[in-house]
């Protein structure tokens, strides 16, 4: 009996599998960012000019959908080279020791028609964490050229730089909360 079990269980995770859907991100069309307070009186945005990330799913409507997310470090990029320099650095990023960011998502569950709360395993820095993010299907659509289909995404969010270990300056200087902002183009594989 328990043989049986485990064969059926087996069919079943492969035939799943096999009507799974990957979804490619179209970097021209996509960007990974932040927003960070400096000195509790302005905004500084941020983001990593090199990154990766993929759906898999097997509904139309994205309610099992995988969300894999990688960046690296070393692209990061704020408009000013002695930041992005100094962000790099160990006491901030540690780009020489931890080159990526990645999130890889555990669930989803949808509010409503096009907006998602989506949970999953942020690691920056060598420290992992779960998070929840807002997320939003902007819509979906076929590519012109390739007559493919496309689905658009908002990820939206905020976390805590010094749960990760990134700076240790105080809050005053540079705010604790940081808001995470990508946008995302991805095609049917």
Do not use: C, Y
């Amino acid at each position: 009996m328990k043989k049986i079990a485990i064969l059926v269980t087996t069919i079943v995770v492969s035939v799943t599998s096999s009507f799974a859907q990957k979804w490619n991100v179209d970097k021209a069309h996509s960007k990974v960012g932040f927003t960070v307070t400096h000195l509790m009186l302005s905004e500084v945005d941020g983001n990593f000019k090199t990154f990766d990330a993929t759906i898999t799913s097997s509904k139309e409507d994205f309610t099992d959908a995988v969300f894999e997310l990688s960046a690296d470090i070393a692209s990061v990029a704020t408009d000013n080279d002695m930041r992005d320099g100094h962000l790099k650095k160990a006491d901030m990023f540690d780009a020489e020791k931890f080159p990526k960011l990645t999130f890889k998502s555990t669930s989803i569950t949808k509010v409503d028609a096009k907006k998602f709360k989506l949970a999953g395993n942020l690691t920056i820095k060598g420290v992992t964490k779960p998070v929840t993010l807002d997320l939003t299907l902007n819509g979906v659509g076929k590519n012109n050229r390739t007559q493919k289909p496309i689905a658009g995404f908002k990820l939206t969010g905020t976390i805590k730089r010094t749960d990760f270990g990134v700076g240790g300056m105080p809050s005053a200087v540079v705010s604790e909360d940081i808001e995470i902002r990508a946008v995302g183009e991805f095609g049917k594989e």
